[in-house]
């Protein structure tokens, strides 16, 4: 009867008895020990490193003595020679166990390693991919037991790692046979293997690959396209870049794009082959910017609002635009990114989908959810995703809502005079002098203000273009903490304001923001039709949040997160001097960044996450604006700056608002009263 010992493995704090000689990988593989391979055991990839820990432990009850373990062999001492190994550190695969011992699995080694992020917020990231790289040895062909080589490669598969009925796309067989000889029946597969399905064999390279396979993590916005080119060994960004969604083109919201499908047969299928062009330079540009091949690229998570979720499908969005709002399906999607356009990646590449909420709540809220986790915590969290159309979702641990609400590309840039994309050269900050009136503003790509020394030289190579969103949040904020702009949002006059830098425009006024025309610069303003814009779209976020706060039964909340590519650069304080949340405690008032992104990443990243949104959106209770009678009074009073009755306890501390009031009949008798 073989002698046993006692095995240790941490930080799992997994133990068991092995029999003496077992090797290492396959202790831990017996004991479900979280412990990487990608060769399958034969001394190449070095994913398995292992730290053995020697002495006395008592916590353990057990003694690690340095015989423990075999001694190195010839193929440790190779892979030192080539490309080293940290003192004290072994392969698993080849250090058999000897006697009693505590072992460490560093975070590299581990399959399903946590990877911290930083973004607005530390996060813990877990490995856990759909598609990995998988190291095989397959049998020569014979003539006298003919089978065919994908065949002998499936059964490599399952005989070294336990993978069945692995299928292949016809673009990857065709590259088959001449890969395997080039490799000398030594290959590196790239298999998707979800969990949903059969696994699939995506790529196929000779010998063994160290390079990692890449994914796409892609949200697709009504006004904006965001990507991000991930690892799929470790889950670090690559690169990230960004588009304006060519469907701008058929309209600019949800509403508009919808009734373009409605008026113009065949408008869907333009709309869908617009969009997927975008993401396939989307894909190029990614993998250009890292220096890597597109055909990298093996995976793509993609998520979206319901009306872009169905143009990428190629489903007419026409059931979107009317009640009761019916989706052609809720449910994940997993399916070839060919069949989305998406052929500038690797041919057989898939992509996953996130669930969708309802009709008008997509799967770039469920990806928000999945970032933010509201359930999890035990305050209220609102978690409002700023974009064209907003997202918002409302819960805690007994409780998630969500909801939609159509606030229009206003903050976007969009429909502003002088609105622009958040491009070098657009004023994204702005302060206002309240005794002096006079503005100051930083434009993106300088970290300077503009009344500071070397302004003109730092911006010379871009000068100020226009206003992007987060720049006229700011700028009408401003103008209302300043005394310049009276609660119902009208622009005083110069007499009024006590600035020449108020200018009439027709019937109304305009605030000068800044005079470039001696450089031949534009002439940058805040006009009423801009200040009308905002408070159209805020009214319509403030209703949709004040909306789930009534069906929770509350008032008040706990904390506010900011999410979106956006929203990470909106000013806490700005948002609550104009009312685009519900009041609460200025340190409760958070950014995520681009949570719907993270979602995405982490989507890609693990089929836990996956599986966990799923899940999660089965339990989300959806409330539907559209057909809220309350939304409209919600509306109404929100259009005030901040609000025309909602108390503001939390943002009267920080800020005291003047109180003007500069209605023209009311401050003007002689002028005519318009009907």
Not at 550 to 571: K, N, P, Q, T
Not at 617 to 645: L, S
Request: proline residues 6%; charged residues 20%.
């Amino acid at each position: 009867m073989s002698k046993t010992v006692q095995v240790i493995f941490t930080p799992s704090g997994k133990r068991g008895a092995v029999a003496a000689g077992t090797t290492v990988l396959a202790a831990a593989r017996a004991l479900g020990v979280d412990l990487d391979s990608v060769c399958g055991g034969r001394g190449i990839c070095s994913k398995c490193q292992i730290s053995p820990a020697f002495g006395s432990f008592a916590k353990h009850g057990l003694t690690s003595s340095p015989d423990a373990l075999s001694m190195r062999n010839a193929v440790e001492d190779r892979y030192d020679n080539l490309r080293g190994l940290a003192p004290g550190r072994r392969l698993g695969c080849q250090a058999q166990i000897l006697g009693d011992v505590v072992l460490d699995v560093p975070p590299e080694s581990q399959l399903h390693r946590q990877v911290i992020r930083k973004s607005a917020t530390e996060r813990v990231m877990v490995m856990d991919p759909a598609t990995r790289l998988y190291y095989l040895e397959v049998t020569e062909p014979d003539m006298h037991a003919p089978s065919g080589d994908f065949e002998r490669l499936a059964e490599a598969l399952e005989s070294q790692w336990k993978i069945s009925g692995l299928r292949a796309d016809l673009e990857v067989l065709r590259e088959l046979q001449p890969v395997l000889r080039k490799g000398g029946w030594k290959v590196t597969a790239a298999v998707n293997s979800d969990g949903t399905g059969p696994a699939r064999l995506i790529g196929l390279w000779p010998g063994y690959r160290e390079a990692p396979l890449l994914g796409l993590a892609i949200d697709l916005g009504s006004t904006t396209i965001a990507g991000h080119l991930v690892a799929l060994d470790d889950g670090r960004v690559l690169a990230s870049s960004g588009l304006m969604n060519p469907q701008i083109r058929f309209g600019e919201d949800l509403m508009s794009r919808v009734s373009y499908a409605m008026m113009n047969p065949g408008g869907d299928v333009e709309m869908t082959a617009a969009v997927r062009a975008a993401l396939g330079a989307l894909a190029e540009t990614l993998a250009t910017e890292a220096g890597l091949p597109a055909t990298d690229i093996v995976e793509a998570v993609i998520v979206g609002n319901p009306v872009m979720h169905h143009l990428l499908l190629g489903i007419d969005p026409v059931e979107l635009g009317q009640a009761p709002f019916a989706l052609a399906s809720s449910e994940a999607q997993n399916l070839a990114a060919s069949a989305l356009g998406l052929t500038t990646i690797a041919p057989a590449a898939r992509a996953y989908i996130l669930p969708l909420i309802a009709g008008h709540v997509g799967a770039d809220c469920a990806a928000v959810a999945l970032s933010e986790a509201p359930e999890a915590r035990d305050e209220l969290s609102l978690i409002v995703d700023v974009g064209t159309n907003a997202e918002i979702l409302l819960g805690n641990s007994s409780r998630v809502l969500a909801c939609s609400s159509p606030t229009g590309p206003a903050f976007e840039g969009a429909q502003i005079s002088a609105g622009q994309r958040a491009a070098p050269g657009a004023i994204e900050r702005v302060e206002i002098d309240p005794a002096t009136r006079k503005p100051r503003f930083k434009v993106v790509g300088c970290d300077l203000w503009s009344d500071d020394p070397g302004f003109a030289e730092a911006t010379a190579g871009t000068g100020v273009t226009g206003i992007c969103g987060s720049g006229i949040i700011e700028a009408v904020a401003e103008m209302r903490m300043a005394g310049l702009l009276d609660a119902s949002g009208l622009i005083g006059s110069a007499e009024q304001t006590g600035t020449a830098r108020s200018e009439p425009t027709g019937r109304t006024h305009s605030y000068l923001v800044y005079d470039g025309r001696a450089s031949g610069g534009p002439r940058i303003c805040v006009t009423q039709g801009d200040i009308r814009a905002i408070q159209l779209a805020k009214s319509a976020l403030y209703a949709g949040a004040r909306l789930l706060m009534d069906e929770m039964g509350v008032d008040r909340v706990d904390r506010v997160v900011l999410a979106g590519a956006f929203g990470a650069h909106i000013s806490p304080k700005h948002a609550l001097v104009l009312g685009m949340v519900p009041d609460a405690p200025l340190a409760q008032i958070t950014s995520a960044g681009n949570a719907a992104g993270t979602g995405a990443r982490m989507a890609l990243c693990s089929l836990a996450a996956r599986r966990a949104i799923e899940e999660q959106v089965r339990r989300i209770t959806k409330v539907e604006t559209a057909i809220e009678p309350r939304f409209q009074e919600h509306f109404v009073a929100a259009n005030a700056i901040p609000h025309a009755t909602a108390p503001y306890p939390e943002l009267a501390k920080i800020v005291t608002l003047p109180n003007p009031s500069f209605n023209s009949a009311a401050s003007d008798p002689n002028r005519r009263r318009r009907r």
